[in-house]
C-alpha cells in the first residue's frame, strides 16, 4: 500500500521558515514527479511546486524566489523548504506523487496525480 504522509507544518510568524517533508512508502518514486499543493479555508486547491524525475522544478509564480522544492531519491522522501513565509501562505499543504501524463502535462493539476497525503496544516501569523 502506497502511503506519503507528510511532516513539518505548523504556525509561523510572517517573515519566518518552515520545511515540510514527504516520506513515500509502498513504492519507489524516484523516476516520478513529486510535488505539492496547498488549500487554503474557503479556496480551491492549488499547485506550489512540483519536481520531476531530473531534479527540474517548476513553482507557482506567488512562491519563487521564497519556496525551493528537493528531492532525496535514497530516502524516497519530498521536501518543501519555505522561507519568508507571509499570513496568505496559510492553508492545509498536500504532497502528491506519480503523474498519470508524462512530462509537463497535468504536473498543475491535482488531479493529474495518482497518489497523494492527508496534508499538514501551515499557519502563517501577521
Known amino acids: 500500500q502506497v502511503q506519503l504522509i507528510e511532516s513539518g507544518g505548523g504556525l509561523v510568524q510572517a517573515g519566518g521558515s518552515l520545511r515540510l517533508s514527504c516520506a513515500a512508502s509502498?513504492?519507489?518514486?524516484?523516476?516520478?514527479?513529486m510535488g505539492w499543493f496547498r488549500q487554503a479555508p474557503g479556496k480551491e486547491r492549488e499547485f506550489v511546486a512540483a519536481?520531476?524525475?531530473?531534479?527540474?522544478?517548476r513553482y507557482t509564480d506567488s512562491v519563487k524566489g521564497r519556496f525551493t522544492i528537493s528531492r532525496d531519491n535514497a530516502k524516497n522522501t519530498v521536501y518543501l523548504q519555505m522561507n519568508s513565509l507571509k499570513p496568505e501562505d496559510t492553508a492545509v499543504y498536500y504532497c502528491?506523487?506519480?503523474?498519470?501524463?508524462?512530462?509537463?502535462?497535468?504536473?498543475?493539476?491535482?488531479?493529474?496525480?495518482?497518489?497523494w497525503g492527508q496534508g499538514t496544516q501551515v499557519t502563517v501569523s501577521s
Open positions: 509502498g513504492r519507489t518514486f524516484s523516476s516520478s514527479t
Open positions: 502528491v506523487a506519480q503523474k498519470r501524463t508524462t512530462g509537463e502535462s497535468g504536473l498543475r493539476d491535482f488531479n493529474g496525480y495518482i497518489y
Open positions: 519536481i520531476r524525475s531530473g531534479a527540474i522544478a
